[in-house]
């Protein structure tokens, strides 16, 4: 086979050699031109391969999201309100279910996401070196074959947690603040390093950005281990059903930065379908089940931040006010946002000290310390 190889290679040679003499062209211009072809199809390729990459306009993606969103539009007469996300329901025992929060990496190794579409309520935080880590809570009952990869506690996700009564938290390890926490509180945790039967361990990529859950794992998890009082009310936010959208000067364009250029989310602005398609690093941000990311409210909640040691982990000023901003229905709402003590809810609130009410549907809060930026455009 060897020999072969060879016989065929010098026989290309000596061709290429004859045609070098007979057109007249030297072995130095020769690997030029020969470059410069090389060159002109990658080009081409990588043009083919990446024509979506910065594509915003609606597709066949955006018309799945359409159903997923149709599917949880309100009337205006909601008698039966779910406490979670404004969404109604069919009957007052559906109002308190049960609430699983998963902690899901972004690093741009551990891309695409698994599951993080079906999330009901998400917020978006930096970590170290303000890769941002999101914490998305779902229905007990939701059926999602896969979500991931999770990754470890912080603190200041726990100070979010606290907010949704006994909640199933789900997560990979911790730093030391959050184990601590974890172990002097009463947390319904559901730590990978100690119950590594409700995960599991991808082939797909490499450790730490393969461990992943799902439904049927955390339906399991919680029938055995939830607390008796596990279905408590929470508080909720104020929704408002019946919501005007804009008409004019919509803002239709929202960039939140945490890091200039992987860690950016875009937001745009569906006018006519009334909810917003997110963008990361220039593209469609689609999870590995292939659906996309979509708000019915978005909340960038501006918060002070300090890394605390030399690995670069945060301490995350969650309690007390600070200035929020609100995407909803098209419009840009500005005011503060309250939290008093660990348990209590994170409220939203006007110049003049309503509660703003936001969109029934899928909310995302995105916490922006003073290393990230906002852009709105209309």
Not at 19 to 37: E, M, N, P
Not at 41 to 65: H, I, N, Y
Not at 92 to 102: C, M, R, S, V, Y
Request: glycine letters at 8%; aromatic letters at 12%; hydrophobic letters at 40%.
């Amino acid at each position: 086979m060897k020999k072969n190889v060879k016989k065929d290679l010098k026989k290309y040679l000596r061709k290429i050699k004859k045609w070098q003499k007979k057109k007249g062209v030297d072995s130095v211009h020769f690997v030029y031109a020969l470059a410069g072809v090389v060159g002109l199809v990658a080009l081409l390729l990588v043009l083919f391969f990446s024509r979506g990459f910065f594509q915003t306009e609606k597709g066949d993606m955006d018309r799945e999201v359409e159903e997923f969103v149709r599917e949880e539009v309100q009337e205006v007469d909601c008698e039966h309100m779910r406490l979670l996300d404004g969404v109604c329901v069919s009957s007052a025992e559906d109002i308190a279910p049960g609430i699983i929060g998963i902690m899901i990496e972004n690093h741009i190794e551990a891309r695409p996401l698994a599951g993080l579409s079906q999330a009901r309520v998400v917020y978006e935080a930096p970590v170290e070196g303000n890769i941002t880590r999101f914490f998305a809570l779902f229905l007990e009952a939701d059926e999602v074959a896969k979500v991931g990869p999770v990754r470890s506690a912080r603190p200041y996700y726990l100070d979010w947690l606290a907010e949704y009564g006994d909640a199933m938290y789900m997560h990979v390890g911790g730093s030391p603040e959050a184990l601590d926490r974890i172990a002097s509180t009463d947390v319904f945790d559901m730590n990978e390093f100690s119950r590594g039967w409700y995960f599991w361990r991808g082939k797909d990529r490499g450790a730490p950005h393969n461990t992943y859950t799902s439904s049927e794992l955390w339906q399991d998890a919680y029938e055995k281990y939830s607390p008796d009082n596990a279905h408590v009310e929470i508080d909720a936010w104020k929704f408002n059903n019946d919501g005007e959208v804009c008409e004019e000067d919509c803002i239709t364009d929202i960039t939140i930065a945490f890091e200039r250029w992987t860690y950016k989310a875009h937001w745009v602005y569906n006018v006519e379908e009334d909810y917003y398609k997110r963008y990361e690093s220039g593209r469609r941000h689609i999870d590995q089940g292939g659906t996309p990311i979509i708000a019915n409210t978005i909340i960038v909640q501006h918060v002070d931040a300090q890394v605390i040691d030399n690995v670069g982990r945060l301490r995350v000023d969650t309690i007390g006010e600070g200035d929020v901003d609100i995407f909803v229905h098209g419009k840009h709402l500005s005011g503060i946002w309250k939290k008093e003590n660990v348990d209590a809810k994170t409220r939203w609130y006007d110049d003049s000290g309503e509660e703003i009410a936001i969109a029934p549907g899928v909310i995302w809060i995105s916490v922006l310390s003073g290393n990230g930026e906002l852009t709105v455009e209309e």
